[in-house]
Antibody, heavy 118, light 108 residues
Framework: QVQLVESGGGVVQPGRSLRLSCAAS????????MHWVRQAPGKGLEWVAV????????YYADSVKGRFTISRDNSKNTLYLQMNSLKAEDTAMYYC???????????WGQGTLVTVSS | EILLTQSPATLSLSPGERATLSCRAS??????LAWYQQKPGQAPRLLIY???NRATGIPARFSGSGTGADFTLTISSLEPADFAVYYC??????????FGQGTRLEIK
């Protein structure tokens, strides 16, 4: 069965960096685009970034553009999110999600919590 | 950026009743709209895609309708497990993926 397991979250000071990982299994990872979606505590969902199946294309929400980098290693079935220059407003649960090939999210991980605080 | 406005913010109903949730886009998104259900402490779950297609394993009591800028998620007869937060999401392309702010469906 499809599984997505995020890791790498934690408490980090403003201005510092963090890298999230999402380990995928149960499907052909290299055939699917992948996304990061976040949810601030008690708030709604916010799309963060997407990467194509082969890693050649990436797109970002304006709120993270220039600070976050999405990448993937298809040999390791793993998705990444490098987050630099973190701000308090980046505090959220970060989910990785599979693109169903039509820009919808058909499978989600359970999320990893990032808290940006001094 | 295309904005999605969901209404009502909170809907209070009893099990067995019919639920109607609305999602309005700031401009046409054609039929490129999905609905998700999220329960406390869980990741969202895809219910409906392309406005009216049920995702795999989703019960028939969930249905979606609409096109252009106005969309509706209907739950024909509420079961206790259906009380959750529901989000709509549009995708015109990878450059534009947005969610509505959510509708909380609570037990009356």
């Amino acid at each position: 069965q499809v599984q997505l397991v995020e890791s790498g979250g934690g408490v980090v000071q403003p201005g510092r960096s963090l890298r999230l990982s999402c380990a995928a299994s149960g499907f052909s990872f290299s055939s699917y685009a992948m996304h990061w979606v976040r949810q601030a505590p008690g708030k709604g969902l916010e799309w963060v970034a997407v990467i194509s199946y082969d890693g050649t294309s990436q797109y970002y929400a304006d709120s993270v553009k220039g600070r976050f980098t999405i990448s993937r290693d298809n040999s390791k079935n793993t998705l990444y999110l490098q987050m630099n220059s973190l701000k308090a407003e980046d505090t959220a649960m970060y989910y990785c999600a599979r693109d169903d090939s039509a820009y919808y999210f058909d499978y989600w991980g359970q999320g990893t919590l990032v808290t940006v605080s001094s | 950026e295309i904005l999605l406005t969901q209404s009502p913010a909170t809907l209070s109903l009893s099990p067995g009743e019919r639920a109607t949730l609305s999602c309005r886009a700031s401009q046409s998104v054609s039929s490129y709209l999905a609905w998700y259900q999220q329960k406390p402490g869980q990741a969202p779950r895809l219910l409906i895609y392309e406005a009216s297609n049920r995702a795999t394993g989703i019960p028939a009591r969930f249905s979606g309708s609409g096109t252009g800028a106005d969309f509706t998620l209907t739950i024909s007869s509420l079961e206790p497990a259906d009380f959750a937060v529901y989000y709509c999401q549009q995708r015109t392309n990878w450059h534009s993926v947005t969610f509505g702010q959510g509708t909380r469906l609570e037990i009356k």
